[in-house]
């Protein structure tokens, strides 16, 4: 089969560019969850035509294929079925077009998403999204799961940033959802697209809103005695009125280790510490400052350190973006979850995951959204120690179920992918699940375009392949 | 809310064409189509959490009243309900800053045609849980499922917020200052909304020298002509007075229609297999059609 497959593929793209070897096959099996699956072939794309023949190819022969970024989700989104065409489209990495005046600009989605903003950084502003894997993720990624970041909680996650796309539908057909212009006639499809995790089609060119840049920032650092004084300034904060930038809550296991990696002088001995950026016009920011220190003082907060200079203010984004890499020196393995739960139960939950993880015997370090009540608990482990993913596993389950039943949601920006599809009955019962089928079956009637992902009943999916190896679902 | 969200699914039913009454501020109900009313009601209002909650039949009016005594606003157009406002999906005059109205939907519980109470979307002000069909029906025109129950981001209301008038350059404004909530102009005359602290408006206000006013101006009606805001240049060579554009966005409020392009038939294709698996009988509004509607104002 696969060298058919080749061989159809390398009849319309430059053979140079669709490869089967072991090397490539093995490479692109997985992303960078901890599940693997067997790519079948991969494309390597340089425009919407490479992308079309692929499509249209798995289309004829029935053949799964999946789009793919830079591999840095989390969910198992782009882990191949077994035998599946994998486009990657890391080659289609240019900046179309930039309209400077009305701030928008058409990208290829093999941009990355740190590339945009520095490129276009010179015109006073930026790609609003910003997750911690910025300086490797791609824009089409980005599109693929909704991403978010620290600084959506102002402006807003990925759909709220993309215009229009330029897509390859799974029939290979290629179409424009969404427009310049802001009022189309229709159903917002560009809406659905975003965030469909590559299972309604190939977004090849996006268009993307930029965001001006801030003319004041001001970056703050405080600590806490426990994580439920932490979250409950955070609510304060919301409820006076005032949606900062970016909210995010470190905990002392996840200080401890930031600090032994990155000597960025955080305060190891606070039981949590919260990094809040305030952003705009001088007076707003000036004013926002002292309403938080204000707040943060009637709470008993006594250490506050702002940051003096831009330079500070990156070691310390530095240090809450690193967080992920930090964790190699606690253990070699994490897994982590992405739940949203309301803020006012952020503590409560919190408290949950150190009780849920203790009884377990797992390491848990905190790290997360806490403005927008995006938790991310890392379980930190080694995979070497039997018996030890086991206990990740269901301790991860506890943690997600327990979030959902305070009124939280499986995912606030990684997605669901492979990793969670078998969660989706705690929050969609079969009702709910069958409307998201029917949208799935509207854009893909052959369901080829990434298969087996998000929707967990395989029943109209029987030529659905197995699970791949690993999948913790 | 004055009805449950199952009383309401039992209205809707499970075979006749159907269609919601509403406000009938955007068109209402279809003419002689039996037709339903949407549960009313504040469900709840979470200042903390930036959450409303309320049933799809809610009038907008009282939805801004509550929200304001806690100091919170939310992103949709005033007048009729909150249910018939999100189905046609079109934004206020302040998208420039706040960005369209679809994105403030964050679950709602709708009537499918089935007759079935079906969830979209999660209660949390950031969720990727599924797949998003809170956009897909932001905009439907009912025409895929009737809003029951709705939950919307809101935000807090700003400190500062004013209009002003000038006779500067719209383009310039847009270039120079710092987030304005909305820029309009009329050939002539250009019109913006600052918020925020009141000392950085002044600022603003000052160093463009600014008017202040009491509001924006009348729109000319009824139609909203939908341009990329990188064409809004070209009116400079239409009559004053003509139009009102939303400058950075792109709507143009006018009397006469915009003669719009054909349709992709690949768009096509997929607005017709959505409704055929959300409404196979056609019993939802029977006979709309999202993508020949038009805008309305």
């Known amino acids: 089969?696969?060298?058919?497959?080749?061989?159809?593929?390398?009849?319309?793209?430059?053979?140079a560019r669709v490869r089967s070897g072991a090397t490539e096959t093995r490479l692109y099996r997985r992303d960078a969850s901890n599940m693997t699956g067997q790519a079948g072939v991969i494309v390597f794309a340089e425009s919407?035509?490479?992308v079309q023949a692929a499509v249209c190819v798995a289309a004829r022969l029935g053949l799964p294929f999946l789009a793919r970024g830079s591999g840095t989700g989390l969910a198992g989104g782009a882990v191949p079925p077994d035998g599946a065409i994998v486009i990657s489209t890391s080659k289609m990495n240019q900046i179309i077009s930039v309209d400077a005046e009305n701030r928008q600009a058409w990208v290829e989605p093999g941009v990355l998403n740190l590339d945009l903003s520095k490129q276009v950084a010179h015109l006073g502003v930026h790609f609003a999204p910003d997750p911690s894997s910025q300086q490797t993720c791609s824009i089409g990624g980005n599109v693929a799961n909704n991403s978010g970041g620290p600084h959506c909680l102002a402006d807003g996650v990925t759909s709220a940033h993309v215009l229009a796309l330029e897509v390859v539908l799974p029939d290979g057909s290629i179409t424009v959802l969404g427009g310049e212009d802001p009022e189309q006639n229709g159903l917002d499809l560009r809406g659905v697209f975003v965030g469909s995790e590559g299972m309604f089609g190939v977004a090849t060119k996006v268009c993307v809103r930029l965001m001006q840049n801030h003319p004041d920032v001001a970056t703050m650092l405080m600590e806490f005695d426990s994580v439920a004084e932490g979250a409950q300034l955070v609510s304060d904060i919301i409820a006076?009125?005032?949606?900062?930038a970016a909210v995010e809550m470190m905990d002392q296991l996840c200080l401890q280790a930031v600090e032994a990696w990155l000597h960025a002088g955080l305060p190891t001995h606070a039981a949590a510490a919260l990094l809040i950026e305030c952003v705009g016009a001088a007076g707003q920011v000036a004013s926002e400052m002292a309403q938080i220190r204000m707040l943060a003082a009637a709470r008993g907060v006594a250490n506050?350190?702002?940051?003096?200079?831009?330079?500070?203010?990156?070691?310390?984004?530095?240090?809450?973006?690193g967080a992920f890499g930090a964790v190699a020196n606690v253990k070699p393995n994490y897994y982590l979850h992405d739940t949203v739960v309301p803020r006012a139960r952020l503590a409560e939950v919190i408290e949950k995951v150190y009780e849920i993880t203790a009884r377990y015997g797992i390491d848990v370090i905190n790290v997360f959204h806490a403005g927008d009540g995006n938790l991310h608990p890392l379980l930190v482990y080694d995979a070497r120690e039997e018996g030890t993913i086991d206990k990740v596993h269901e301790a991860g389950r506890e943690i997600v179920a327990f979030s959902v039943a305070v009124g939280g949601v499986l995912s606030g920006e990684h997605g669901i992918g492979l990793e969670k599809r078998d969660l989706m009955p705690l929050m969609f019962s079969e009702v709910d699940l069958s409307a998201q089928e029917a949208l799935r079956l509207a854009f893909d009637p052959q369901l080829i375009a990434n298969p087996n992902k998000v929707l967990p009943n395989p029943a109209t999916c029987g030529d659905m392949h197995e699970v791949p190896d690993g999948a913790w679902i | 809310?004055?009805?449950?969200?199952?009383?309401?699914?039992?209205?809707?039913?499970?075979?006749?064409?159907?269609?919601?009454e509403g406000a009938a501020t955007r068109g209402g109900a279809l003419p002689g189509v039996p037709a339903v009313n949407a549960p009313a009601g504040i469900v709840r209002i979470d200042a903390a959490e930036m959450v409303l909650e309320c049933g799809a039949g809610t009038?907008?009016?009282?939805?801004?009243?509550?929200?304001?005594?806690?100091?919170?606003t939310v992103s949709i157009p005033s007048g009729g309900t909150i249910g018939g406002a999100l189905a046609c999906g079109i934004s206020d005059i302040t998208r420039l800053a706040h960005g369209p109205m679809r994105d403030v939907l964050l679950q709602t519980q709708f009537v499918g045609a089935s007759g079935k109470v079906t969830k979209a979307g999660g209660p949390t002000v950031k969720n990727v849980?599924?797949?998003d069909l809170c956009r897909l029906l932001v905009g439907a025109y009912g025409t895929l499922g009737f809003f029951g129950e709705v939950i919307v981001r809101t935000r807090p209301l700003p400190r500062s917020s004013r209009w002003f008038t000038t006779d500067s350059d719209p383009f310039e404004l847009l270039a120079g200052l710092y987030r304005p909530v909305s820029i309009l102009w009329d050939g002539k005359t250009t019109w913006l909304r600052l918020d925020g602290d009141p000392g950085d408006v002044d600022v603003a206000a000052s160093g463009f020298r600014l008017r202040q006013v009491d509001g924006p101006p009348p729109l000319p009606g009824p139609h909203r002509w939908s341009v990329p805001p990188g064409e809004l240049r070209a009116l400079r060579s239409e009559i004053p007075g003509s139009f009102v554009a939303q400058i950075g966005v792109g709507v143009v409020h006018r009397v006469e229609p915009q003669l719009r392009g054909p349709v992709?038939?690949?768009?096509?294709?997929?607005?017709?297999r959505i409704k055929q698996h959300f409404d196979p009988s056609g019993r939802l509004n029977p006979g709309l059609d999202p993508l020949a509607v038009g805008i309305r104002s």
Do not use: Y
């Open chain 1, 1 to 15: 089969m696969t060298d058919e497959v080749v061989a159809a593929l390398q009849e319309q793209i430059d053979p």
């Open chain 2, 1 to 20: 809310m004055d009805r449950t969200i199952d009383e309401f699914a039992a209205a809707v039913g499970t075979v006749d064409a159907v269609t919601v």
């Open chain 1, 48 to 50: 919407t035509a490479d």
């Open chain 2, 59 to 72: 009038p907008m009016n009282e939805v801004h009243t509550a929200l304001a005594e806690v100091g919170q």
């Open chain 1, 240 to 244: 006076a009125g005032i949606v900062p």
């Open chain 2, 264 to 272: 992709d038939p690949a768009i096509r294709q997929l607005h017709d």
């Open chain 2, 129 to 131: 849980s599924g797949f």
């Open chain 1, 304 to 321: 506050v350190r702002i940051a003096a200079d831009e330079g500070e203010r990156a070691e310390l984004w530095k240090a809450r973006k």
